[in-house]
């Protein structure tokens, strides 16, 4: 137990850290033994950006409030007639999504272990892409066999939205999904840099 409790203090101190060092200081542990890191939580919310009141990200995409929040804690989908929120509320439903997509997460691939920034940006990939898309894909299977890198590399593969491709620059612009694809280059980037640590 105090070992446990030792290597869970070493991860969110780990969260501070380059992640490519990180893996130099702290095994990969099993999934059921981690928790989402405040420093992941910090990058999401400001890769999302705060929006008060509900609104369409991109073409083709759903409502969206807060911190790229498109459901409620009951599980209430947000509609574009939604009151506008604060940001305290934003934190608190983005809070909720985070914690169903790390129980969904767990409950994918037991007993794998992953370094915590592994664990990290795979559940932040859960939270903007949501568990249907992770469960339909090859990256639990991936992680289940040990095949860390072939799962980041996989990672550069989910860069489409609304049949677009927004790794192109056609689809950029105001309404367009560059930040999709610059967000997948950025947990790719985040996930080899672990593997060049091993």
Not at 144 to 151: D, E, I, L, P, V
């Amino acid at each position: 137990m105090a070992e446990a409790q030792s290597k869970q203090r070493l991860a969110a101190a780990c969260s501070a850290i380059v992640m490519g060092v990180c893996a130099f200081l702290l095994p990969r542990l099993p999934v059921e033994e981690q928790t989402v890191s405040s420093a992941a939580i910090e990058k999401r919310h400001q890769a999302e950006g705060f929006r008060a009141g509900p609104y369409i990200p991109t073409k083709g995409d759903v409502p969206t409030i807060g911190y790229g929040s498109t459901v409620y804690e009951d599980g209430t989908r947000v509609t574009l007639a939604d009151p506008p929120i604060t940001r305290e509320r934003a934190v608190q439903i983005a809070r909720a999504h985070t914690s169903k997509a790390e129980r969904m997460f767990r409950a994918s691939i037991p007993g794998v272990e992953l370094y915590p920034g592994e664990y990290d940006l795979f559940v932040d990939f859960i939270y903007q892409f949501g568990i249907n898309t992770w469960n339909k894909g090859s990256l639990p299977r991936l992680l289940k066999a040990g095949n860390y890198t072939a799962a980041c590399q996989k990672l550069l593969e989910y860069r489409f939205q609304d049949g677009r491709d927004c790794s192109l620059s056609r689809n950029w612009g105001p309404r367009g999904c560059r930040g999709v694809w610059l967000r997948q280059q950025e947990r790719h980037s985040d996930c080899m840099a672990l593997q060049g640590a091993a």
